[in-house]
């Protein structure tokens, strides 16, 4: 997906979180975020896309020494909605400035400003599904964002140790784990080497018909939910196989 896509993508998906819960019971516990309501949700995603669009407002160079940023948060819960509506415009504003190409800090892989933009989306979207599953929806992804979420994951994912401190658990012995989508064609090998983990795209477990120490599939919407955490790899929506302890390592220590 290009990033006006991306961009597309998040206005979007933040419209659907706003119509979700401008009517709803704000103060409904979220299953996919123990602890939180559907207020802390919608006061994390606000903030969330205030503090991406300041960064590429200032086209950042440098990790920021702080992520304090400007809320304007409503006095009053009714008022969340209204907040994030003018959130996701901040963040929209934002994107229209900025040359996605442009080089710029950013904690994961890509160092240049689309790679905020991309993240914004599939943290929105993420929990867009949050609030669904709270309301007692069933949440519907695109397969092709889908799939493009999860590459996302998996390739920042090695660069996340300073805010997800499990993922230095994630070593191995040259171990492969093979994530497949049954409705893109898409795999994904991860290899887990004693110094650390990453994508292996020239490991023979991702050409066709290869195979990896341990493999799960499922549709890429759900496994977009499982490398979020928001679905079990042991459960009926997915075919795992191989090496179950390299399994359980994984999901223990991939928290994002």
Not at 64 to 82: F, N
Not at 217 to 229: R, S, W
Request: charged share 20%.
């Amino acid at each position: 997906m290009t990033p006006t896509e991306h961009r597309k993508a998040v206005a979007a998906e933040s419209a659907a979180l706003v119509a979700l819960t401008r009517h709803a019971d704000l103060a409904a516990p979220v299953p996919g975020c123990p602890g939180w309501t559907l207020l802390d949700l919608v006061r994390h995603t606000g903030s969330v896309q205030r503090w991406f669009a300041a960064l590429l407002r200032r086209g950042a160079q440098t990790p920021p020494a702080s992520r304090e940023v400007e809320l304007r948060l409503p006095e009053h819960a009714d008022g969340y909605p209204d907040w994030l509506a003018r959130s996701a415009e901040e963040a929209a504003a934002a994107f229209a400035t900025v040359d996605p190409d442009a080089p710029m800090w950013a904690w994961g892989a890509d160092g240049h400003a689309r790679f905020w933009i991309r993240r914004m989306l599939f943290e929105t979207l993420v929990h867009r599904t949050d609030a669904e599953l709270a309301l007692g929806k069933r949440p519907v992804i695109d397969p092709a964002l889908a799939t493009d979420g999860v590459d996302e994951f998996l390739v920042n994912l090695p660069f996340a140790a300073s805010f997800a401190p499990g993922t230095t658990q994630l070593r191995g012995a040259d171990e492969t784990l093979l994530f497949r989508t049954t409705d893109t064609g898409t795999d994904w090998v991860v290899r887990l080497r004693p110094e650390g983990f990453g994508l292996d795209p020239q490991s023979p477990a991702a050409a066709p018909g290869g195979s990896a120490d341990a493999t799960v599939a499922g549709t890429a919407a759900d496994l977009l939910l499982l490398v979020y955490g928001r679905l079990r790899y042991d459960t009926d929506a997915f075919t795992a196989s191989g090496n179950e302890e390299l399994l359980k390592r994984w999901f223990a220590h991939s928290a994002f």
